[in-house]
């Protein structure tokens, strides 16, 4: 099981950056895809970005595209999401997560999550 911890949230304005992190550990002997998703009041979890298991490749959800940026050091076994160009929209608790699938955009591909980092964009 891979144990995930995010970090890097907080409040920004509108249009501001911000670059969460999430740190790996445990065993995961044919690697995994990590991927990043969020959560805000009264809705569902849903996907942000994916890093695919062999390195090759990201995706994104239409919203984000072209504004979040999803990264990976296998060295440091961390995942970055860098954020920009924040809207008040993308306001939400965001959770990395890690699958044995190669590029799963679906909550329920995932089998090990971080705690979750708050991000609150203001107007």
């Known amino acids: 099981q891979v144990r995930l911890v995010e970090s890097g949230g907080g409040l920004v304005q509108a249009g501001g950056s911000l670059r969460l992190s999430c740190a790996a550990s445990?065993?995961?002997?044919?690697?995994?895809?990590m991927g990043w998703f969020r959560q805000a009041p009264g809705k569902e979890r849903e996907f942000v970005a994916v890093?695919?298991?062999?390195?090759?490749?990201?995706f994104y959800r239409d919203s984000v595209k072209g504004r979040f940026t999803i990264s990976r050091d296998n060295v440091k076994n961390t995942a970055y999401l860098q954020m920009n160009s924040l809207k008040v929209e993308d306001t939400a608790v965001y959770y990395c997560?890690?699958?044995?699938?190669?590029?799963?955009?679906?909550?329920?591909?995932?089998?090990?999550w971080g705690q979750g980092t708050q991000v609150t964009v203001s107007s």
């Open positions: 890093f695919s298991r062999s390195g090759d490749n990201t």
């Open positions: 445990g065993r995961a002997e044919n690697g995994f895809a």
């Open positions: 997560a890690s699958s044995p699938l190669y590029a799963p955009k679906l909550v329920s591909s995932y089998d090990s």
